[in-house]
């Protein structure tokens, strides 16, 4: 099993993830994008060092990498899997949403997942969330049981896209 720290990923600021913050390195949007490529079947947008520094700096929005500790390379350990929290605050509540929750294929079954989403759930409670959303493919599998077994219900609900 893999050493493994979970950091919230940042421009160098402080996070709030227990274990700290990471700073974004040379070598994170490459493996940013091989988990994204995974997650999407190879149809997600290149990203680049740029695109991932304004993602990570909006205010609403925490980036949670699991980095292998054991796996360093140049400019530090090599991030094996990442999540992300986004929450917008209206007048009734604060909606939380997790997204793009992915680990390499290399280190799955690790309980990596598991301990991305506890984290992500941790700061919905911490922002002052009431409940977080998230969606998943069905064909995810693994992932699916993961969200049950944490305590997510699937909901009866027709989805909506307006694709742009």
């Not at 060092?49 to 360093?72: C, G, H």
């Amino acid at each position: 099993m893999a050493n493994i720290e979970l950091s919230r990923l940042s421009d160098g600021g402080s996070g709030i993830v227990r274990d700290g913050s990471s700073t974004l390195t040379k070598n994170d949007a490459s493996a940013i994008n091989k988990l994204m490529g995974e997650l999407t079947d190879g149809k997600a947008r290149a990203l680049t060092e740029a695109d991932i520094f304004i993602i990570i700096t909006q205010e609403k929005l925490a980036m949670v990498v699991a980095r292998d500790l054991e796996e360093n390379i140049r400019n530090g350990p090599k991030i094996i899997g990442m999540g992300t929290i986004h929450w917008i605050e209206l007048p009734t509540k604060v909606n939380a949403y997790i997204d793009d929750v992915v680990v390499d294929s290399n280190y799955r079954g690790q309980k990596i997942g598991e301990k991305i989403t506890q984290e992500l759930i941790r700061i919905a409670k911490l922002i002052g969330a009431k409940c977080i959303d998230l969606t998943s493919s069905p064909n995810r599998t693994a992932a699916n049981k993961l969200y049950q077994k944490l305590g997510f219900v699937k909901r009866e609900t027709n989805v909506y896209r307006l694709n742009l």
